[in-house]
């Protein structure tokens, strides 16, 4: 079946400091990548949709000036945290599809801990 | 290795049942449990979230329980709608990983 794995798979990092998560489709080729995040004891939300070669779309409330999302290749994503701060610490979970296919094939999530 | 199990996988309803959805896990240890909902070419919609210590959450016509210790959670929707048509997701949080049911395909006819 379709594999998608993340890198890292948990990460502690300073405040102000950037940090950059991977997503990666291992067996298939994905067009269009969703990147979630969950804070504690919250749902799971949907940060933005990436398609490749193209700008990302954000939700709204989402600061795309801090979380930088790379799409360069049709396995792979990037998401930048930047200047990260306490608050940022959360699950971090990135989903990819492929083509107009309607199944999404989920990362196992990042856990993202900002001291 | 946590396990999530949605029956049933496909479900046809007329206009107007009530209905439930199914999910089970096989580790009891988790933070949450939450239910979304997909619609086609979407990313995921959170449903409904149930902490670890609850037993059920409501909103609007959707209600879901959550039986931590069997292992089992059901999302029950009252007076269904043509609107409603989705697949819905089932999924448990852990520490480190969040592991999600195959989702189950609702169709809900006029």
């Known amino acids: 079946g379709a594999v998608v794995s993340q890198h890292p798979s948990w990460v502690i990092c300073k405040s102000g400091t950037s940090v950059k998560i991977e997503c990666r489709s291992l067996?298939?080729?994905?067009?269009?990548m969703f990147w979630y995040r969950q804070f504690p004891k919250q749902s799971l939300m949907l940060m933005a949709t990436s398609n490749e070669g193209s700008k990302a779309t954000y939700e709204q409330g989402v600061e795309k000036d801090k979380f930088l999302i790379n799409h360069a290749s049709l396995t792979l994503s990037t998401l930048t945290v930047t200047s990260a701060h306490p608050e940022d610490s959360s699950f971090y979970i990135c989903?990819?599809?492929?083509?107009?296919?309607?199944?999404?094939?989920f990362g196992p999530g990042t856990r993202l801990t900002v001291t | 290795k946590q396990e999530v199990t949605q029956i049933p996988a496909a479900l046809s309803v007329p206009e107007g049942e009530n209905l439930v959805l199914n999910c089970s896990f096989t580790d009891s240890a988790i933070y949450n449990l939450q239910w979304f909902r997909q619609d086609p070419g979407k990313g995921l919609t959170s449903l409904l979230l149930i902490q670890s210590s609850q037993r059920e959450q409501t909103s609007g016509r959707l209600n879901a329980s959550l039986d931590k210790s069997s292992g089992r959670s059901t999302l029950y929707i009252a007076a269904s709608q043509p609107g409603d048509s989705a697949t819905y997701l089932c999924a448990v949080t852990g520490y480190s990983t969040l592991t999600f049911g195959k989702g189950t395909m609702l169709l809900v006819s006029p």
């Open positions: 067996d298939f080729q994905a067009t269009t």
């Open positions: 989903s990819a599809r492929v083509g107009s296919e309607v199944e999404q094939y």
